[in-house]
C-alpha cells in the first residue's frame, strides 16, 4: 500500500508537543525525518509525510489508516494494563484536554477526550473503569451547516479523578502537566 501519512495538533496548545515529544519519536522509531511546520490557514501544527512503510505498519497492527469515523484499539493494545495507560495516555495527549472551571472560588477540575467514534468511546470508557477512573460520556450533534459528526465526550471530573489520572496515565503534553501544575498550586493557597 502506498500512503500519505499525516498528523496534526491545535497551532498554538500543540506545538511544543509535536516539537519536543512526537516528531524524535517518529524519527527515532521509525527512522525517517520529518520537519514540523505550522499551517496558519487551518489552525494546526504537524507534519505530513509520503512514507510507504509507516502506513503499511499502522495497518499491520491494525490502527486506522484514513478518516477517524470508524475507528477502535486494535485487540493487540488491549492486552495488558501498560499498553492500556499508554494508548490512552497518547489519546489523551492528542484528542484531550483540561478545562478548570472557577467553582466556589477554587478550581474545579474537568479532564476530557473527544471522538466521534462510538466503538473508540465505549473502548476508552471501559479502560477508564479498569484504572478506577469514575467517568461520564455524552453525545453532541454539532452544526449540520457543516455537517460534521455525532461527538462522543468522555469526562473525568473533580480534584480526586483528577489527581488519579494524572499519577496513573503520566500525560506527556506540556499542555496538560501545565494545567495540572496549575491547579496543583491554586490548592496551596
Do not use: A
Request: aromatic share 12%; net charge positive.
Amino acid at each position: 500500500m502506498r500512503g500519505l501519512y499525516q498528523l496534526r495538533g491545535h497551532i498554538e496548545d500543540d506545538k511544543t508537543h509535536y516539537e519536543k515529544r512526537i516528531k524524535p519519536l517518529f524519527e527515532k522509531l521509525f527512522d525517517i525525518k520529518i520537519s514540523i511546520r505550522d499551517m496558519p490557514s487551518t489552525r494546526v501544527v504537524g507534519f505530513q509525510i509520503w512514507n510507504d512503510e509507516l502506513v503499511n505498519f499502522k495497518k499491520k497492527l491494525g490502527l486506522c489508516t484514513g478518516k477517524k469515523y470508524q475507528i477502535e484499539i486494535p485487540k493487540i493494545f488491549l492486552k495488558n494494563k501498560n499498553l492500556k495507560r499508554c494508548i490512552i495516555r497518547e489519546i489523551f495527549d492528542t484528542d484531550g484536554g483540561i478545562y478548570l472551571e472557577k467553582k466556589n472560588g477554587k478550581l474545579y477540575p474537568r479532564i476530557y477526550i473527544t471522538t466521534i467514534c462510538e466503538n473508540l468511546s465505549e473502548q476508552i470508557m471501559e479502560i477508564f473503569s479498569e484504572f478506577e477512573l469514575h467517568s461520564t460520556k455524552y453525545s453532541q450533534l454539532y452544526d449540520k451547516k457543516f455537517k460534521r459528526k455525532r461527538s462522543y465526550i468522555l469526562t473525568i471530573r473533580g480534584k480526586e479523578m483528577f489527581h488519579k489520572f494524572m499519577k496513573e496515565i503520566k500525560p506527556k503534553n506540556p499542555k496538560h502537566i501545565e494545567k495540572y501544575q496549575r491547579f496543583v498550586n491554586s490548592q496551596n493557597l
